[in-house]
């Protein structure tokens, strides 16, 4: 499968947990998008990587939510101290960086369930 | 920021028939707008795009019209199935630094086409 992916599909954590997901891009895509995508509503955007560099954040990424993209390839979301709130589904998508090129895959996300 | 409003969140059309989705945007910065579909429990599919260069696309049974006046694009389908049934959304966006772009959802139609 040459699409993007991302684990764990599912997860269920208690409240006060920490939690880590990850995403792998398509492989030639150098631009990588988190969402979050709560029932009955569209995504909403999170933070944008180019190559390895985070160059956007929205304000909905509190101070506990941080993504990496150590190497320009995968990337990792962790959110702490999760809350109830931060139930939604989770999702990656990827872009090929060339001028004009504005295209997004989504991955199949990471559903997060938080008790 | 960017504000995307989506009409009408239910469609149920008959089988053969076309389907309309509008979407109005806020940012006159936006330059492209593409349309998703989610089946349930999917990932969001890109079925179709448009940018602001554009005043219309077509691809098979879908098209996109897009006003940049009036600041508001549509989808059509016509001579659906019943595998068109989903959740579509659409969304509008401008470049983010590097090059990227910010992708703003509307809150999606569900779409079912009866036999």
């Known amino acids: 499968d040459t699409g993007v992916s991302q684990n764990p599909r599912h997860k269920i954590t208690k409240r006060g947990q920490n939690v880590t997901f990850r995403c792998d891009p398509i492989s030639e895509h150098n631009r990588l998008y988190w969402y979050r995508q709560t029932l009955g509503q569209g995504p909403e955007f999170l933070t944008y990587?180019?190559?390895?560099?985070?160059?956007?954040k929205s304000r909905l990424l509190s101070d506990r939510f941080s993504a990496e993209r150590p190497k320009g390839s995968f990337s990792t979301l962790e959110i702490q101290r999760t809350e109830q709130g931060d139930s939604a589904m989770y999702l990656c998508?990827?872009?090929?960086?060339?001028?004009?090129?504005?295209?997004?895959?989504f991955g199949p996300g990471t559903r997060l369930t938080v008790l | 920021g960017e504000n995307v409003e989506q009409h009408p969140s239910t469609l149920s059309v008959q089988e053969g028939d076309s389907a309309v989705i509008k979407c109005t945007y806020s940012d006159s910065a936006s330059n492209y707008f593409p349309w998703y579909k989610q089946e349930l429990g999917k990932r969001p599919q890109l079925i179709i795009d448009?940018?602001?260069?554009?005043g219309e696309k077509k691809d098979q049974r879908i098209a996109v019209t897009l006003n940049k006046t009036a600041k508001h694009f549509s989808l059509h389908i016509t001579e659906t199935q019943p595998e068109d049934s989903a959740v579509y959304f659409c969304a509008a966006s401008k470049e983010l630094t590097g090059g990227g772009n910010k992708l703003t959802f509307g809150t999606g139609t569900q779409l079912k086409v009866e036999l």
């Open positions: 448009i940018r602001s260069n554009v």
């Open positions: 998508a990827s872009s090929l960086g060339v001028p004009g090129y504005n295209e997004q895959f």
């Open positions: 990587f180019q190559n390895e560099a985070q160059l956007e």
